[in-house]
């Protein structure tokens, strides 16, 4: 059976635990990338990252972007979000149609 996992300061992510989320708190984005890496290379078909940390390895997050699994999701922080989330999605849309359909080309 396929887990899901989420990556972020302790702040942001203990409360997934109380839903049965595995957590893995990250300070920092070395810990993190070998966090991701590690969840990628296991039974985890979903990974969600905070913003803050999903914009500190971009390339790390890149490299399982065309990947059947895991899909690696990011989520808003504690801070609240930063619209990364929403400019993937634009992102993985105007990739697999050829055209930004959601808002025109405005972000």
Do not use: W
């Amino acid at each position: 059976m396929y887990k899901i996992g989420v990556i972020g300061d302790k702040d942001s992510v203990l409360g997934f635990k109380a839903v049965g989320l595995d957590v893995f708190p990250c300070s920092r984005s070395e810990e993190a990338k070998k966090v991701l890496h590690r969840l990628a290379a296991g039974e985890y078909a979903i990974i969600y990252v905070t913003e803050d940390l999903a914009a500190q390895m971009p390339a790390e997050i890149d490299r399982y972007k065309d990947a059947k699994l895991p899909a690696i999701i990011p989520l808003p922080g504690r801070g609240g979000a930063s619209g990364a989330g929403m400019d993937n999605v634009r992102k993985a849309v105007e990739r697999a149609v050829g055209a930004d359909i959601l808002f025109g080309g405005e972000k």
